[in-house]
């Protein structure tokens, strides 16, 4: 007689982890913000033909394809919350490169319509992307004081 332990999917821990993650990826804020990201994500790769400054090809490029990652980013948080959530630093990251973008990639791009575009649309990708990884935090109870009962008085030794 052969014995198959049971896998990790069935574990309780795991099953109740993937529930609280189902429960704050279908809230309204997390939505809004889902939706909001991959909204920023598309304005960013079309931006260079929106605000007029295509013809600054490495900037176009650059906002194209960051654009396009980004929305990718924040549109697959809903799909598998539990999974991707980590990734909004990653996404943060892309904000802060929109950033500075202008200053930094190879040619003459930093004009006034540029650095205002990207700095605005950077900005807004930033704070959405920050947004995201703190209902990650909330949801997965890694505030102090959570799940884990680090800070808790009760985590530890007692004092008597």
């Not at 013809?55 to 929305?71: D, F, K, Q, R």
């Not at 697959?76 to 919350?81: E, L």
């Amino acid at each position: 007689m052969s014995y198959t332990p049971p896998s990790m999917e069935s574990h309780p821990d795991i099953l109740e982890m993937r529930a609280r993650h189902e429960r704050a990826a279908t809230t309204p804020r997390a939505q809004a913000i889902e939706a909001l990201g991959v909204v920023t994500g598309l304005y960013l790769a079309a931006s260079p033909w929106i605000a007029g400054f295509n013809g600054l090809s490495t900037l176009a490029v650059n906002n194209l394809i960051v654009g396009i990652a980004y929305a990718l980013l924040m549109g697959g948080f809903g799909h598998a919350y539990e999974r991707t959530h980590s990734m909004a630093w990653a996404a943060a990251a892309l904000g802060a490169w929109t950033i500075i973008a202008p200053w930094v990639v190879s040619g003459e791009v930093d004009t006034t319509r540029t650095i205002t575009n990207n700095v605005i649309v950077g900005v807004i990708a930033c704070a959405l992307a920050l947004a995201a990884a703190a209902g990650a935090n909330m949801s997965s109870g890694r505030r102090s004081g959570g799940a884990s009962g680090y800070g808790s008085r009760d985590a530890g030794t007692s004092e008597q």
